[in-house]
């Protein structure tokens, strides 16, 4: 008997939490405010569900939930990544 | 582009927002890190739009187009004492987002091919997306309520409703059971009658939690937006979207824990809420304790003969916008070869790490900002401190007296200090609306004023 696919979805998914409580330990707690912007903008990667319900010729429901949907996600990711990026260039070293 | 090889492109966008979030661990690197997000986030999107299937080009453009100019236009504009706001709306649009894709995948199922052979939508779909969306409804009505907290469109006191535990166990379980009956029989309208609930449920989650525990909250909001999407990534079986959902899952719990220890408070109170409103209540009589009071020209004598000061600044420092002239003042004493440094506590600001980037704002090096655990030793050989916005992350009750509300809380050790100058506008107390026995105590010099105005007044004493 094949192995359910979503088994190995649930894998990646545990090993992706522990690599992520590491990875979250190691950010220095002066740049938590930009862990939250950018947190932010990589979980928009959501778009991608919204592309898909958007994407094909034929018109529905489901292409109008995908367009406002990728309307949202793309609000986030400009903006996550454009804020993220004004936080960082202001924390500036002393020895300029 | 081959299964196969679209597999591959998203496990690279995986990758990419792994070493996005790993730059963060110093400001350096983190200017890459966040390069390397943005390269994860295209990879992502072009993957999915070179599918055969994705046709309507000029939807996407349009929706990129639109939702990109006011992404960036909000981006650039927002005031760094409005960031909690700005990620708490974001986090709302995750959400909405969230359930927008479920509900689109529960409307035209083939298209994400997740149909049966019953021409039903099949059995692990319905339990992904049903997660997905109560989580993503939960995290927009939630962010919603917390965006009006913070932006002072409702009241940061919290609302305690009559009954409002019995009421949310009621609607998390109807939740529950029509998500078991929707699994067993996907009928659309349980669907929709469990995500108006998850809606309603992530408003009475919020609006009992008082201003004070919004760094908590926001937290907590920036973890379910993780779980939301990684419930839809696992509908949509897209790696890259699973794999986010676990770091951003995992990232807001760890953040939520850090505050939460930073408070001394547990998940539990803070869920249970009523703790902490915009301003405490009336300090509770013993006011006529005796304060030593003094001027800017006092407070400047006091800098000017210190070798080493250090600035312990709270989010009233960012509300009178004093942070300007503090570093001027600050600027004007390491002039003098005065040792300047900044104690940040956890919870200083509105959100975690806030004060760091209102500081960085007003020039402040980021060598000079130090974390609470690696400057309290420090207290005891400096000359004067400077409290400057804050109240009870610097109050010694934390420590001696087993009664205070917020015994236990890790506090900054400021009263161990030759002096502490203590700029406030009255004694009024703090958030957890306790007295600060440091007010009174024999080397604090309280200085009553406007913090922006006392920090101008002392950099021209200077």
Redesign the interface.
């Known amino acids: 008997m094949e192995v359910?696919?979503?088994i190995w979805?649930l894998s990646?998914?545990?090993l992706?939490?522990f690599?992520?409580?590491y990875?979250?330990?190691?950010?220095?707690?002066?740049?938590?405010?930009?862990?939250?912007?950018?947190?932010?903008?990589?979980?928009?990667?959501?778009?991608?569900?919204?592309?898909?319900?958007?994407?094909?010729?034929e018109f529905?429901?489901?292409?109008v939930?995908?367009?406002?949907?990728?309307?949202?996600?793309?609000?986030?990711?400009?903006?996550?990544?454009?804020?993220?990026?004004?936080?960082?260039?202001?924390?500036?070293?002393?020895k300029r | 582009m081959s299964p196969n090889l679209t597999a591959l492109a998203y496990l690279a966008?995986?990758v990419l927002?792994?070493l996005?979030?790993?730059g963060?661990?110093?400001?350096?690197a983190?200017?890459r890190?966040?390069l390397m997000?943005?390269g994860?986030?295209a990879i992502?999107?072009a993957?999915?739009?070179v599918?055969p299937?994705?046709?309507?080009y000029g939807?996407?453009a349009?929706?990129?187009a639109?939702?990109?100019?006011?992404?960036?236009v909000?981006?650039?504009r927002?005031e760094?004492t409005a960031?909690p706001q700005?990620?708490a709306g974001?986090?709302s649009?995750?959400g909405?987002?969230?359930v927008?894709?479920a509900?689109?995948?529960l409307?035209?199922p083939s298209?994400?091919g997740i149909v049966d052979a019953a021409g039903l939508i099949r059995f692990?779909s319905r339990i992904e997306m049903s997660l997905g969306v109560i989580v993503g409804a939960i995290t927009f009505s939630g962010s919603i309520v917390a965006f009006a907290k913070l932006q002072g469109l409702m009241s940061g006191d919290p609302v305690m409703l009559p009954g409002r535990h019995v009421i949310n166990i009621v609607l998390a379980l109807a939740i529950v059971v029509l998500m078991v009956m929707f699994v067993g029989n996907p009928d659309p309208n349980l669907f929709w009658v469990f995500t108006a609930l998850a809606f309603v449920i992530g408003v009475l989650l919020i609006i009992p939690i008082g201003g004070a525990d919004m760094p908590v909250v926001?937290?907590m909001l920036?973890s379910y937006?993780?779980w939301a999407?990684?419930g839809?990534?696992?509908?949509?079986?897209?790696?890259?979207?699973?794999?986010?959902?676990?770091?951003?899952?995992?990232?807001?719990a760890?953040?939520s824990y850090?505050m939460v220890k930073a408070m001394n408070r547990s998940f539990l109170s803070v869920i249970l809420g009523g703790f902490g409103g915009d301003a405490g209540p009336a300090a509770k009589g013993k006011n006529d304790r005796p304060v030593k009071s003094g001027s800017a020209e006092d407070a400047a004598f006091v800098l000017k003969n210190a070798a080493s000061v250090i600035i312990v600044p709270g989010y009233g420092m960012a509300v009178a916008q004093a942070q300007h002239a503090l570093a001027e003042t600050a600027d004007k004493l390491k002039e003098m070869g005065i040792r300047v440094r900044y104690a940040?506590h956890?919870v200083a600001?509105r959100?975690?790490?806030?004060m760091?980037?209102l500081l960085?704002?007003a020039?402040v090096?980021?060598?000079?900002?130090v974390?609470l655990e690696e400057i309290n030793a420090d207290f005891a050989d400096t000359d004067a401190v400077i409290v400057i916005g804050a109240n009870d992350v610097t109050n010694p009750a934390a420590k001696k007296d087993p009664k205070s509300p917020i015994f236990g809380m890790p506090i900054l050790e400021v009263e161990r200090a030759k002096t502490v100058l203590f700029i406030k506008r009255s004694l009024a107390p703090g958030y957890a609306g306790i007295d600060n026995d440091l007010f009174y105590a024999e080397n604090t010099m309280m200085l009553f004023a406007d913090a922006k105005k006392m920090m101008q007044d002392i950099a021209k004493e200077l």
């Not at chain 1, 405010?33 to 094909?56: E, F, K, Q, Y």
């Not at chain 2, 639109?66 to 960036?72: A, E, K, M, R, S």
């Open positions: 359910d696919p979503l979805e990646i998914f545990v992706a939490v690599v992520g409580y990875v979250i330990w190691s950010v220095t707690p002066a740049l938590h405010t930009p862990l939250m912007a950018i947190t932010n903008a990589v979980s928009s990667v959501i778009i991608v569900g919204a592309l898909i319900a958007a994407g094909p010729e529905s429901a489901a292409k939930l995908g367009f406002v949907a990728m309307t949202l996600a793309a609000v986030n990711i400009f903006g996550g990544f454009v804020v993220t990026q004004r936080m960082l260039a202001m924390f500036r070293s002393r | 966008a995986s927002f792994i996005a979030l790993r963060l661990s110093s400001p350096a983190a200017r890190g966040n997000g943005i994860g986030m992502a999107i993957t999915t739009v599918n299937d994705i046709v309507s939807w996407i349009a929706a990129l639109i939702g990109g100019v006011i992404g960036t909000v981006a650039r927002i760094m960031m700005l990620i974001f986090h649009l995750v909405m987002a969230a927008l894709v509900s689109a995948a409307n035209h298209t994400y692990p926001i937290s920036n937006s993780g999407a990684a839809i990534g696992f509908t949509l079986e897209n790696s890259a979207l699973i794999v986010t959902g676990a770091l951003v899952g995992s990232s807001g760890i953040l850090v940040i956890p600001g959100m975690p790490g806030h760091n980037v960085a704002e020039d090096p980021y060598e000079d900002v974390e």
